[in-house]
């Protein structure tokens, strides 16, 4: 992958006031720095060895992965847990998730992981029932959030970014379009989750 730099000709983790990092990252750049870490490559194998339907890995596992880049660090953000999602109607069992769980558990015990079906969690989510996996991904808290990474059948490596990639890059997060009934999650998430103490060139909207 070349070297990201801005109009400036400054290394990009020098470069501190960007306007517009979408110009020069671009999706296939952050599935290059995917298929560079070897530790979240060989978390993708292994789910992608389940077989599930429609999954996707979202959330902390590519948004970490970017933020982390676009800040310098060579040192990996730990993630809370890895957020593996699936879409099956035929099959709507807590205890099926329960079973996928373990089996990734099995393989990496040190990896908090969470299955869940997202044709039954619109339930929880108080929305119309999605249309498959990407449909719940876009549902999520935050735009930074709304990404997802597989290896398809034909072994690529493919990203799921249903509101784009524009937030992720220039470090901007801000409610989910389709999320705006659950801002009180939002405000809540932000508070705990202190994310400006880790990354510190965020731009959190709607709080400032």
Not at 106 to 134: C, F, I
Not at 142 to 164: M, N, Q, S, Y
Request: charged share 30%.
């Amino acid at each position: 992958m070349r070297t990201l730099k801005t109009n400036l000709n400054l290394p990009l983790s020098e470069f501190k006031e960007w306007k517009n990092a979408t110009a020069f990252f671009h999706k296939k750049d952050i599935l290059e720095i995917m298929r560079k870490d070897k530790w979240r490559m060989h978390v993708l194998e292994l789910v992608r060895d389940l077989g599930l339907p429609d999954w996707w890995i979202g959330a902390g596992f590519v948004r970490n992965k970017v933020f982390d880049y676009l800040h310098g660090y060579k040192k990996r953000t730990p993630l809370n847990d890895v957020d593996v999602i699936y879409f099956d109607r035929k099959n709507l069992s807590e205890r099926r998730e329960a079973y996928y769980q373990n089996k990734l558990k099995e393989k990496m015990p040190q990896v908090n992981w969470s299955v869940t079906n997202q044709a039954r969690m619109h339930k929880l989510n108080g929305d119309k029932p999605y249309k498959n996996s990407a449909d719940g991904l876009a549902r999520w808290t935050e735009t930074p959030t709304c990404v997802g990474v597989k290896i398809d059948k034909t072994g690529r490596l493919v990203l799921a970014a249903p509101h784009g990639i524009k937030d992720l890059v220039n470090l901007v997060v801000r409610p989910g379009p389709l999320a705006k009934h659950r801002l009180g999650t939002y405000a809540k998430r932000m508070k705990e989750k202190n994310w400006r103490k880790r990354w510190s060139r965020l731009r959190i909207l709607d709080l400032e």
